[in-house]
């Protein structure tokens, strides 16, 4: 499948979102937007309205990543709204399954996500349930962090997890991707990158997403 980039707009200029949207446009798969509530991470960002505003500011699919606490019970709107991609936390979820499927039932791409220290293993019977597994590779709440290698083998291994149950579900990582780390993450098996300050600290953000893709592009498959 093709590498696919999602930039952050957690580091753009949130003034000024429709703008920071078109300048990654076309070049970028998706919007990634990360919505935090100050609970289940320690930062606050935005939420429903804003993106509802966002999907009428641009064609670019929104890769919503929620970083909250009851995903069961706030989730279901962000698809509802037109969200491309809902991504709920597994540990913040008391009914992953059910809001997992209620995702996919309003239309969205269903994705589950793990922070570093959380293995893959206990979710293997739930590939069939998801349509991408995000593998965080720092610990969520913040753009600009260091890419934490520590995940690389836990990327190796959902990447035979999902290959040997042949599902067609995303492998996408998120945090400190970047021209230096990106390759090592593709190698492992990612195909969909989230990279904020890699692309938004950029002199021409659309130009270091096309840099990035081509980069994962070749290491992709490369062991
Ligand atoms: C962190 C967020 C990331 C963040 C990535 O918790 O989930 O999406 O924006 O930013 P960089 O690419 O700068 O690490
Ligand atoms: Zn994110």
Redesign the pocket.
Known sequence: MAIQISP?I?NADFAHLADEAAAVSPSADWL???VMDNHFVPNLTLGLPVVESLLKATDTPLDC?L?IEEPDRWAPAYAEAGAGSV?IHAKAASAPVRTLREIRRLGARAGL?LNPAEPVEPYADLVGEMDML?L?TVE?GFGGQKFLDVVLPKIRRARELLDSRQASVWLQV??GVSEATIERAAEAGADVF?A?SAVYGAQDPAKAVDSLRSLATRAYGRS
Do not use: Y
Request: without cysteine.
């Open positions: 952050s957690l990634h937007v990360d990543h970083m991504t996500a995000l965080m969520p998120d945090g989230v904020g």
